[in-house]
Each structure stands twice: as structure tokens, then as C-alpha cells.
């Protein structure tokens, strides 16, 4: 952790949140109504953006064309989920920037609690609730699924390879919520109570932008999280909703 901590010589990173998907709207609907299962068909590589996911996606876009030249992204990779396609190729729409595709950036994956709301984990894997309190959020990898500490190694790999294909350029990632929060914890140096105590308290909202620059030091510090101004700015609603699984609490 230390040397990744030390030598991200990238010039500038953010991480940009997907815009509100199809399944963030049925998660909370289906949190409000108490019901074990939320109400989706797709499987979660294949959920949308919603009307105003896109909305916020396009005006995420109209916020980077405004940044000056030497400011804006010159590199962007995105999660290989469709919602996280579909904002990227809304806000980098005419830009030219080059955009590929990682399967790094995908969202955690939840195995056997995939599309089941807090109700429905109490309900149905009381034993589950138990494990993950012994265990702690971090280390706790549901059956078929991944820990916090799975996608941190992905992540971790995907920054080293960043560093080294992209030094001294400025990245865009375009993800997931548990990955903007797992890259404050390899930048900055996060311990596991801090990041724990991190997401316990934030809720990344949709489209949000969350970024670092190169200090003098040659390290990445960070200059912006979480931020919704650009979407403030243009009237577009913001939106802080969870993501399409639950996990027990």
C-alpha cells in the first residue's frame, strides 16, 4: 500500500459516480416499501440510467467542456456496466477523448444477496448478519460475492497500471460508489476504521465528481469529493441513492 501511496504520478485523477440508474430508483422503492426484493429483471451488468440519470450524465459532460484546456481529461476508462457506460458516453460525448473500458471498475459484486434489500438479508440469511458483524465491513465477502477488500485489490492494480500507461496525464474514471470510497482509501492512505467510518457517513451521490492532483511532492492529494456543484449549477437534480444491493447492516 505504501508504494501506491507514495508514486500515483498521474497529474490529475477523478472518479465520476454513474448518473441515477433504473435500479438505484427500484432499490429505494423497494426499501420504502419494506419488501425483501427489489424489482428488477436486468442483471446488474445490463441496468440503465434512468430520464434523469442521463440528464445528469449530459450535464456532468457540459460541466467538463467547460473546464479550460489544460484542465480537462485527456484519458478516460470506464466500468464495463451499462450505467456506467451510458454516463460516460453522455459527458465525454464530442470531447475526443479516448475511452476505454475495465472490468476493474465494475461494481462489487454481492453473490447470494444480489437484488435483496436490508429487510429481505435479515429475513432470509439471519446467519449472514452475523458473520458480517464478527467479521466487519471491510473483510466480509458474502457467499458467491466479493469483500471491500476483493475490489480494493482490483483497484489497486488498476492504479498502478494508470500510473504507469498514463504518468503526468489528467484521468477520468467513470464508476461505482464503493469504488470512489475504496480510491480515497489507496490515495490517501485510509485505515480500515477510517474508511469504515467513511462510509457510514457519506452517501455518494449520483454523478458526483471526486478528484486529486499532483502535488509538489509528486503525490496525488485531494482537491474535491463528492461534489454536485456542476449539476446545482445547470438546476439538474441531484440524486444520493444507494446502489441496487443491499447487505446486512
Known sequence: MAELERTPELAQLWIV????????VAAAEAEA???????????????????LGREQAAATG???????????????VTSTYRRARQTADLALAGTGIPVSRDERLRDRELGILDLLTGQGVRARYPDEVTRRQRLGKFYYRPPGGESWADVALRLRALLGDLRRDHAGQRVILF????????????????????LTELTRSTS????????????????????????IGHLRQQDTPPTREDDVRAEPV
Open 17 to 24: 459516480r454513474h448518473g441515477e440508474s433504473v435500479g438505484n
Open 33 to 51: 416499501a419494506g419488501t425483501d426484493r427489489i424489482d428488477l429483471t436486468d442483471r446488474d451488468a445490463d441496468v440503465p440510467l434512468s430520464p
Open 62 to 76: 457540459r460541466w467538463l467542456a467547460g473546464l479550460p484546456a489544460d484542465r480537462r481529461p485527456q484519458v478516460a
Open 175 to 194: 464508476g461505482h460508489e464503493a469504488l470512489v470510497l475504496l480510491l480515497r482509501y489507496l490515495i490517501e492512505g485510509l485505515d480500515e476504521p477510517e
Open 204 to 227: 455518494v451521490a449520483n454523478c458526483s465528481v471526486t478528484g486529486w492532483s499532483r502535488a509538489g511532492s509528486g503525490r496525488l492529494v485531494p482537491d474535491g469529493f463528492n461534489e
